[in-house]
């Protein structure tokens, strides 16, 4: 039987060009005192998305592309296009102020934030200090869970890492491959789940059985998987069979041979306060019941 950690995030850092590095390595050219065009912006938001958002799947379908199929730069596009980020205005050459700011605009609504309000950038680097300060904010509004699975008989031995994203555009549970040179201490591993733009801090420890209860809430719950890191085109989403669940999170199914991270829903209804109550008893955390339904909850 298997005892899981649920490790809760915090409140983001502060910004001060974290993310620079990551956001200029997916730039299509790195100098960063040219004017930026429509594909800097592209390739820049996809960073910035990807970094909060692992393995988001498509929010629409069978739009069209406004880049040719051959083009370096057309995955980028056509990423941010299912994902409802790429404004009709949008054109690979000049990068205008209001096509940049409703780009960065409806990456801020997914977590309720205001408008950026900026101008057209001057330069690159002008536009990648517009999207590290979107970053900062949304740093400060996400709510993401790590949980840490280990095996009861030996604490030492890391089944599955994982992070509870509810408060998101697409609410899911992002299952992660431990890495075994992170090393097996909790701060360890929150140091391998985080990143520049997502830092997790707090704990919770549970069973499994109390752990499971807050996604299969019923014995007729079913678990998918939606979308996986590298992708694999054409195969998701995927339905775990019942009672395979735990295989899944220890990435033992040979469908998830190869994958990295994954994301995972599951249907039924969401837990709701009285049985969180009853769950919360069994756990032992420094996050009061009415603070864990925050991280539970998903955006109206």
């Keep these: 039987m298997l005892a899981l950690l649920v490790l809760v995030s915090g409140a983001g850092a502060a910004f001060a060009q974290t993310c620079q590095a990551e956001l200029t390595a997916a730039l299509p050219e790195a100098q960063l ?4 065009t429509g594909l800097d912006a592209a390739a820049a938001l996809r960073r910035a998305v ?7 799947p498509p929010l629409q379908y069978d739009k069209p592309v ?6 370096p730069q ?3 596009v056509k990423y941010l296009v299912e994902r409802k980020l790429l404004p009709d205005s949008w054109g690979p050459g000049e990068l205008d102020g209001e096509t940049w700011a409703v780009m960065l605009d409806r990456f801020l609504r997914w977590y309720k934030l205001p408008p950026s309000g900026v101008d057209a950038p001057a330069d690159v680097a ?3 200090a517009d ?7 949304v740093s400060h509004a996400i709510r993401p869970a790590a949980l840490l699975a280990t095996d009861q008989h030996d604490s030492s031995r890391t089944s599955f890492w994982a992070i509870i994203w509810n408060w998101t555009v697409y609410p899911r549970l992002l299952v992660v491959r431990p890495d075994e040179a992170a090393g097996a201490r909790p701060a360890d591993v929150l140091a391998a789940l985080s990143n520049c733009a997502v830092h997790i801090t707090a704990f919770i420890s549970a069973p499994e059985e109390t752990a499971k209860a807050l996604f299969l809430t019923h014995n007729d719950s079913r678990m998918y998987v939606v979308a996986s890191q590298p992708t694999k085109n054409g195969f998701w989403p995927y339905e775990v069979a019942a009672g395979e669940e735990l295989d899944a999170f220890a990435f033992g199914l040979p469908d998830l041979s190869g994958v990295r991270l994954y994301a995972a829903v599951f249907d039924g209804p969401e837990v709701g306060f009285g049985t969180l109550l009853s769950l919360f008893w069994r756990v032992r955390t420094n996050v009061a019941p009415t603070a864990l339904m925050g991280y539970l909850a998903t955006p109206n």
């Design 74 to 76: 057309y995955q980028t």
């Design 50 to 56: 990807e970094l909060v958002e692992p393995a988001l």
């Design 131 to 137: 999207v590290e300060d979107v970053l900062g904010r």
């Design 33 to 36: 005192e040219r004017v930026p």
């Design 66 to 71: 406004p880049l040719e199929a051959n083009d």
């Design 126 to 128: 002008d536009m990648l």
